[in-house]
């Protein structure tokens, strides 16, 4: 992690953003944030998920807890889709029919490969 980090954040980042669930990235990346960076926690850390609250206060960076949906907001993420402002087809990793849907979800709870995007065909 740490070898990954020196080698793609050569300078100070600004945002990190969680989106899998792992506490230790988010520990990881804070000593590359800038000062007044912002950490994004939007991954599912479990009833375990603790993250110390002291050293993000070191560096005076944000912690934005997101949960949840609001229709508003859906409705704002379709419409960037729509218009090519976010991508999402690039954060598909794993294609599985869905008579595997089983080993699929082994994949995502063991992380044995990394693992982001996973979608069942029907």
Known sequence: ME??????FTGKV????????RIDILEAVQPYMRRFGHLVSAGFYGSAGLLA??????GELTID?????KRERMDET?????????ETLPLITH???VAQAADAWKLIESKAEPVLGV????
């Open 3 to 8: 070898e990954y980090l020196q080698t793609h």
């Open 14 to 21: 600004q945002v990190a953003v969680d989106t899998v669930g």
């Open 53 to 58: 609250l002291q050293p993000p206060r070191y």
């Open 65 to 69: 807890l997101v949960s949840g949906w």
């Open 78 to 86: 379709l419409r960037m889709i729509a218009g090519g402002y976010l």
């Open 95 to 97: 294609h599985f029919p």
């Open 119 to 122: 979608i069942l065909d029907w």
